[in-house]
């Protein structure tokens, strides 16, 4: 199989994708076909490890891996670097209702799933491509992305990991748990601007010929492990899949029954992942689209319209924090019939105007397939105590604002499918705010992270993470800092790198 670019041009193998992680057009890349996984294939998951469920999705997408590179690959990504030998285990709340907790990796969110196996995939895919520069990595966060990438490539030969955060855009614990990294290929600066402008920096880096070939010219080639990356997206598939066949492993479901999934969605990457799984044949129902007070995509399920012409709030789940969202150019690619051209046209128009429309006929084939909704602080504090005082589970905000979500659309349309919540980070990795929901404001005002973790140890049977704990003692490593114009953000990246080579 190959892969198209959703502006048009490309057409090149899995690795090559990989390695590049954005298409020369400045398009993501997305596979030229969507591989059938048929009943058979999904019972035969039933019985399988998490591993081994990872082979079965990914050997059908990256077909230039031999199949011992992909057993090998899933292996150092999963094995022993999860707390639990499940990986990603569904929590059931009711007879309709599960958590996917997809945050039991190193860094206590999602993005472990597909960090900690795109280093892998990208080692291989030098190799093969016979790169022999080294590849560095630049990533944008918004919090969660950044300490996932740095604990993924920390130490990984051949590579270097360079993250740009905003600098008062993310949690204490994040900003810790990024600054405190070791390894002599990691490097992190904080940018004087929100998580867009940081973006925004990065995707100006990779188009910019002049900072390309003056990496190039100290033995680097650039590549992205942001969520526009296939090999950060093809993991992803993986945990539906999982999630179904462990549904219907514990009798929950039958085969081919329709599961629901609601998804906290900042750039679209994990809920695509979702959709694709779909596309292959798995029996999704609803797309449930989450997001919190930045509300663009959801304005977009109910006009048809993207705009960015909007006000950006700072909220209580940073991660979801976002104008422009990346991945969403890989559904208008399926919208717009592949079509390369047409959504070349709207991205240009959200480049100039600032917006663009997809027309009704399309808008309606949308909404057939996911639903829309948003949470603020508020709402998402309410869920939080709620699904706490009611069965005693306590959700990060990132997953709050899903739960309430799902509760708006159940009573909006009645709709008593069985729903998987998926959950993206761990309540540990946002303490005080966490803290500050169930004790109020005021008793939490002078305790730090710290502090507030082991309140919600007292609260709770989840033992405070181990990796929490530690990061009272590491030392910062990382202070760096620039303006948030391409033209500091590439002045910092090369004198990052310069220092430590
Ligand atoms: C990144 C992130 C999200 C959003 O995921 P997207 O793939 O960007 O939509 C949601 N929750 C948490 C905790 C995250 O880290």
Redesign the pocket.
């Known amino acids: 199989m190959s892969y198209f670019s959703t502006r048009g041009g490309a057409c090149v193998a899995a690795s090559q994708a990989i390695l590049a992680g954005i298409a020369e057009d400045g398009g993501l890349y997305v596979p030229s076909m969507f591989p059938q996984m048929s009943e058979e294939t999904i019972a035969s998951m039933l019985d399988m490890s998490y591993e081994e469920r990872a082979v079965c999705v990914l050997e059908r997408f990256l077909e230039d891996y031999s199949e011992e590179e992909v057993t090998d690959c899933v292996h150092q990504a999963y094995h022993g670097k999860f707390d639990t030998e499940q990986v990603a285990p569904l929590h059931a709340l009711n007879s309709q209702t599960y958590y996917l907790e997809l945050f039991h990796g190193p860094t206590l969110?999602?993005?472990d799933m597909a960090l900690q196996l795109l280093p892998h995939l990208m080692k291989v895919a030098a190799r093969k491509n016979e790169e022999k520069r080294e590849i560095s990595i630049l990533v944008a966060t918004?919090?969660?992305?950044g300490k996932a990438a740095l604990e993924g490539f920390r130490n990984v030969e051949g590579t270097s990991c360079t993250v740009f955060y905003p600098k008062d855009g993310v949690s204490e614990v994040q900003k810790l748990q990024m600054t405190t990294t070791d390894g002599a290929n990691t490097h992190v600066i904080a940018v004087h601007g929100n998580f867009d402008d940081a973006q925004t920096g990065v995707k100006a880096l990779f188009g910019s010929k002049r900072f390309i070939e003056a990496m190039n010219a100290e033995g680097r080639t650039l590549s992205s492990a942001n969520?526009i990356n296939f090999g950060r997206l093809v993991p992803q598939i993986v945990y539906y899949f999982s999630a179904y066949a462990d549904l219907l492993r514990t009798g929950r479901i039958s085969m081919g029954e329709t599961v629901n999934f609601v998804?906290?969605?900042?750039?679209?990457?994990?809920?695509?992942a979702g959709f694709y799984a779909r596309s292959m044949g798995l029996p999704v129902g609803k797309l449930i689209c989450a997001s919190n007070r930045n509300d663009v995509l959801t304005e977009f399920f109910a006009s048809g319209i993207y705009s960015t012409h909007r006000l950006f709030y700072k909220t209580m789940?940073p991660?979801?924090d976002?104008l422009v969202?990346s991945?969403l150019e890989r559904l208008l690619y399926e919208v717009a019939d592949r079509d390369g051209a047409l959504v070349t046209t709207w991205m240009r128009q959200l480049r100039e105007c600032g917006s663009y429309s997809v027309g009704d006929q399309r808008r309606e084939w949308l909404s057939s397939l996911f639903y829309a909704g948003c949470a603020d602080d508020s709402d998402t504090r309410t869920e939080i105590r709620a699904v706490y005082s009611e069965y005693g589970y306590l959700m990060?905000p990132?997953t709050a604002v899903a739960s309430k979500v799902l509760r708006d659309y159940r009573l909006k349309t009645g709709d008593e499918t069985v729903t998987v919540i998926v959950s993206?980070?761990s309540p540990y990795?946002f303490a005080p705010d966490v803290c500050a929901v169930l004790q109020g404001k005021e008793a939490v005002r002078h305790l730090d992270a710290f502090a507030c973790s082991d309140i919600i140890y007292s609260l709770t049977e989840r033992p405070v993470p181990p990796q929490v704990t530690a990061l009272r003692d590491k030392e910062i490593m990382h202070f760096a800092e620039c303006e948030k114009d391409p033209e500091s953000m590439a002045h910092a990246v090369m004198e990052a790198l310069g220092h430590k080579a």
């Open positions: 969110a999602f993005k918004s919090g969660d992305t969520s998804v906290p969605t900042g750039n679209f990457g994990d809920i695509l789940s991660s979801m976002i969202s991945n990060d990132h993206t980070a990795k």
